[in-house]
């Protein structure tokens, strides 16, 4: 990005919100509200890691069906940073399985943000460039060569 362009900072910040999954993310905050109400701490601790591994699991899924046209390899960068976004809030907002484990740090919860953003928001993969068409008069004729 370059300072002064409006438009720049606009499309690193449609980048970064692109990769965090509304529809996953919902289902996560759904979740960890459904798992506080379990009085048992067994049961809610197991409730939160499934929850956790499930959200971590379709974090990209929502990404999968757009790009149908981009190669597979294109597609697989923009769901694995997805993944990694999602893990990174879910942190960040300290509750779940991070609270029930007390490994919530809010400097580090910083940190990774603030890392993941950068990464999202200046992060635009290669696409390959599509082939080149050859004027009529510089394509081989079908027959072959021609002397």
């Not at 692109?18 to 993310?25: N, Q, R, V």
């Not at 790009?67 to 694995?80: L, M, V």
Request: charged residues 15%; hydrophobic residues 50%.
């Amino acid at each position: 990005m370059q300072a002064g362009g409006d438009g720049d900072y606009k499309k690193a910040f449609d980048r970064v919100a692109s990769y965090f999954p509304a529809e996953i993310t919902a289902l996560y905050a759904a979740g960890i509200g459904f798992a506080a109400s379990e009085s048992n701490p067994s049961w809610r601790v197991g409730m939160e890691i499934f929850i956790f591994v499930v959200a971590i699991v379709f974090a990209g899924f929502p990404l999968w069906g757009e790009g149908k046209d981009d190669p597979p390899k294109y597609r697989r960068i923009q769901i694995a940073i997805a993944t990694v976004a999602f893990a990174a809030w879910a942190y960040a907002l300290n509750t779940g399985i991070v609270a029930e484990l007390h490994i919530y740090h809010a400097a580090l919860a910083f940190g990774i943000l603030f890392i993941v953003n950068a990464v999202a928001s200046r992060y635009q993969p290669m696409k390959p460039a599509p082939p080149v068409e050859l004027p009529p008069a510089a394509q081989p004729a079908a027959d072959g060569p021609h002397k």
